[in-house]
């Protein structure tokens, strides 16, 4: 993707940074927080850089680029991503290239080729392009004069897309200075912003985080029964004011499902990772030059995406981070105007939540009979497995728990595995790693759970969580909590007398004390009152200014314990009795059944995972012979990308994932990805091959 012609700009210095802006990118002027960033890396200052989406982040690594002159590499964990910047560049006359697993090989040859010529502006590669052997020597053989890595929050364990290929990014770096290094991403609360630093060594960064707030966007919280979705979101996109639309779905087949019922009412299209790339593309391009009114995603649909006019984006099920959330929010309203962010949940989409936290970290227990199976002579994965389940004992052990236990013990120490997958004991230690990050999974849904039943503007909880502390205790005056009755997917009442009574008491409960945990609160009250129904008050109750409800801990026996407590402000101190129902206009969720209805009725029919032990394939496939030839041939294949990635074959693909492949013999994308192990990710990564391999036997 070389420019052919590229432009050529003197190496500039940060007086004529605004200059280079104006020739080299057609901009009059910056951005707010832009310049900053630019003059420090040109400078060949570290940094690390967390702004919205939309805010203008790849700028501040592409004009540092071009004004410091060479090549700038650019580390990117999505091939859409990487394709979508490359794209840009070129159409601006730059010199690019781009390195992943989506080209062929003569593509990336002739990309190391023209690095190494010193012809290209820009590199752009995959991170697991790093553990290529002699890659890396290569990248040093002609140093960089810039290191952009773009969604950093990736490095981190503690982010939310955790990946171990970008969390070694680090050990490659010293080889490649002094080429200054930016750290650029969307999405990092205060703890990621650490783990990103650390991991990368840049001790001496300089942290630019700024601009969370998005004074354009109201945000709404809605509970609602899964099964009454598709009927509502229909109903909110019939406005075409409403209109371009994303709309996030939790599973490729209820993306599918929703596109089709919301044909009726505009134009909408599917896009998940499921589909082939051309109709991906198809769909996005469509998307961006206005032919569709709307996609029905998954978290796939997005990344690069830089659609301006997006008026809402809705949330069909209860995403699994802030973090994401916030990221898929912010490619509404990108042009200024007045947009919605509306997320749709239900106790059943935290049920779903659980189930899928307690299948991806299994319990230590658990984990800890695998480490105990290991010995320090090496024994296959195959054998291991067989003799762990075969013991009527580990009744807590199946296909699924193993392969998940085995992974994690080799991410933290636990376990080493060579590349024909023997398996030998590793480190004892790996248990505190482990726990704290399983720990941190649930913390991240919790964290998800008090949002949507959250007591304090929408807008600044968000600005909250990423550690700007003095903008996040700003109300947006937008958001469902800023103007009860002024959403589009929730109905709120007036109080009846019997709710005004609830009220009333919950003052009086907290009058002439500095605060109460709402379970003391919830057991003082008179009546029959269900914690729900306390949420719906406490949260009418505080967008009045009437009360408070924070996060508070106290110390038991050495543990620290983690509460809310609801407090009186001076407004609700000096509320005389009586005069609540007179002086306030509260606005409760759900529409008004004379006595009490909170909220949105729970259907019965909502969906509940499947059990672990029913999903899992407990008993190992009898292959025919043109079966396990074909097994033997994705084996051997496997065993190369291994060696290539320098990392065991099972966490390529385990044996049972290729197992099912060589049994189904599938032919079209599609089907690999219905086979268990298949995900989005590793289809992308290595479908081609693989269909190639099953047609050839």
Avoid at 189 to 201: E, F, M
Avoid at 286 to 310: E, H, N, P
Avoid at 380 to 387: C, G, K, V
Avoid at 429 to 434: E, F, K
């Amino acid at each position: 993707m070389l420019a052919e012609t590229a432009p050529q700009f003197p190496k500039a210095d940060a007086s004529s940074l605004s200059d280079l802006l104006h020739s080299a990118f057609g901009f009059a002027e910056f951005r707010a927080n832009q310049e900053a960033v630019c003059h420090a890396a040109v400078a060949g200052e570290d940094a690390l850089l967390v702004m919205p989406t939309g805010s203008g982040k790849s700028l501040c690594y592409q004009l540092p680029a071009i004004a410091r002159g060479g090549t700038a590499l650019v580390v990117s964990p999505l091939i859409a991503l990487i394709e979508d910047q490359c794209a840009k560049l070129v159409s601006l006359g730059f010199s690019v290239a781009r390195i992943h697993s989506g080209l062929d090989r003569a593509v990336s040859r002739q990309a190391c080729i023209d690095y190494l010529q010193g012809s290209l502006q820009f590199l752009f590669i995959a991170p697991e392009r790093l553990r290529v052997p002699g890659f890396p020597e290569m990248l040093a053989k002609r140093k960089p004069t810039l290191i952009a890595i773009d969604e950093a929050h990736c490095i981190s364990q503690w982010g939310h897309d955790f990946r171990p290929d970008y969390r070694m990014l680090g050990q490659y770096l010293p080889a490649l200075r002094p080429a200054p290094v930016l750290a650029l991403t969307a999405t990092a609360t205060p703890a990621v912003q650490r783990d990103i630093l650390a991991q990368l060594g840049l001790t001496n960064a300089r942290k630019f985080i700024h601009g969370f707030r998005r004074d354009n966007l109201a945000i709404e919280v809605s509970e609602v029964p899964m099964p009454m979705r598709p009927e509502l979101i229909s109903e909110l996109l019939r406005d075409p004011a409403r209109r371009p639309a994303i709309v996030y779905a939790p599973a490729r087949k209820k993306a599918e499902e929703l596109a089709s019922r919301l044909g009726s009412v505009c134009k909408a299209a599917a896009y998940h990772a499921g589909l082939p790339a051309d109709i991906r593309s198809d769909v996005q391009q469509r998307f961006q030059s206005g032919q569709l009114d709307c996609v029905v995603a998954t978290i796939a649909f997005g990344m690069g995406i830089d659609k301006a006019d997006v008026r809402t984006v809705i949330h069909a099920a209860l995403p699994s981070t802030l973090e994401g959330y916030y990221q898929e929010i912010g490619r509404a309203g990108r042009d200024g105007r007045p947009s919605r962010a509306i997320l749709m949940h239900s106790y059943a989409d935290i049920r779903t939540h659980d189930f899928f936290l307690k299948r991806d970290y299994p319990p230590i227990d658990s984990v800890q009979k695998v480490f105990n199976a290991l010995s320090a002579d090496p024994r296959p994965l195959d054998e291991i497995r067989a003799s762990l389940i075969d013991n009527p004992k580990n009744h807590d052990i199946d296909e699924e728990t193993f392969a998940k236990a085995i992974e994690k013990l080799f991410i933290h120490g636990g376990a080493q595995v060579d590349y024909e997958n023997n398996a030998t004991r590793g480190d004892h230690r790996w248990s505190a790693p482990y726990t704290r990050q399983s720990d941190y999974r649930r913390n991240q849904l919790e964290l998800v759970r008090k949002f949507v039943d959250g007591h304090q503007c929408r807008m600044a909880a968000l600005v909250l969580h990423f550690g700007d502390l003095a903008d996040g205790r700003i109300r947006c005056g937008l958001c469902d909590f800023c103007t009860p009755g002024g959403g589009s997917s929730q109905q709120y009442h007036a109080p009846s007398r019997a709710e005004n009574t609830a009220m009333q008491a919950i003052l009086d409960a907290l009058r002439g004390n500095d605060g109460k945990s709402l379970g003391k609160l919830l057991k003082e009250l008179p009546g029959n009152l269900n914690r729900k129904d306390l949420d719906a008050y406490l949260s009418a109750l505080a967008k009045s200014g009437l009360i408070t409800v924070d996060d508070a801990e106290w110390i038991k026996d050495g543990e620290t314990i983690l509460y809310r407590k609801a407090s009186l402000t001076a407004q609700g101190e000096a509320l005389e009795d009586g005069d609540l129902a007179s002086k306030f206009s509260l606005q409760l969720p759900g529409e008004s059944s004379g006595a009490k209805q909170s909220s949105l009725p729970r259907a019965r029919s909502e969906a509940k995972p499947a059990s672990k032990k029913s999903s899992a394939a407990a008993q190992p496939i009898d292959l025919d012979p043109a079966g396990q030839a074909l097994e033997q041939a994705l084996k051997e294949w496997r065993t190369t990308i291994a060696k290539k990635l320098g990392m065991p074959p099972f966490m390529v693909l385990h044996d049972r994932t290729l197992q099912a492949i060589a049994n189904r013999c599938p032919t079209t994308p599609n089907q690999l990805q219905e086979i268990s192990g298949m995900g989005p990710t590793k289809v992308e990564k290595y479908g081609h091959t693989i269909l190639e391999i099953c047609k050839r036997q």
